[in-house]
């Protein structure tokens, strides 16, 4: 038998690597980074991150301990461009400069993006400074959520929510269900909606809320997949997906 050893020929270039660190029980959020970023020159590499239910303050800064380790494993070895921390309350509990260090021990010189964060981006590029906000969560979350756009001098006109403990049973609400309710929150007061928690089926209703409700309406998902389009400079249109994104 012949043996023929060929000399490999490898590419010595790539498209923006994006790492999605996203909670273990999301149903959502890989999907709607999928359907925006399909057929664009973005390779996305997606890894989970444990998550204690029910959800409180103390649960979900205990999570973020593991961002090491859970960074580390995509793509071990390799650079990425942008790292996506996908929890809006997460981010609150732990705090943005703690898991912007967590990433850069494992992946140093990585830029890094959050659901929280990349919404405050989202309200001072579209110079909104007055919203309204929806929730799943529970009061004590909830009183984070508020306090936290409050020290970014953005004002809340009101705040409704669902209750829910638990992080699966928020990726379960019903999309359908969802516009309903959102739809009939008054935003006479408001410049803004945004859906808060990257479990909530919000993205693809996104286009036809604004059109019902005449206003902007933001979402984590949404806010964290233009802010990571942002931080890796991808310039290209992306449409269907809401006024934020003509911005």
Known sequence: MKLTKIEPKFVNKHNPRVGLITLASDFRIEK????????????????RIQCYNPLTNEMLKKMADDIPKVTKDILPEQKLDCVAYGCTSGTIAAGYSSIFEKVNLVKPNTKVTTPITSAINALKALKIKKISIFT????????????????????????????????????????????????????????ALFVSCTALPVLSIIKDLEKKMGKVILSSNQTLIWDTLKQIDFNNEVSGYGELFNN
């Open 32 to 47: 709607d980074f999928n359907n925006v970023i399909y057929g664009k020159e973005i390779d996305l590499y997606c890894n």
């Open 136 to 191: 799943p969560y529970t009061d004590k979350i909830n009183q984070s959520v508020i306090n936290y756009f409050k020290k970014e001098n953005i004002e809340i006109s009101e705040l409704t929510y669902f209750d829910i403990a638990s992080d699966l049973d928020i990726g379960k609400v019903n999309p359908e269900y969802l516009f309903d309710i959102l739809s009939k929150i008054d935003l006479s007061k408001s410049d």
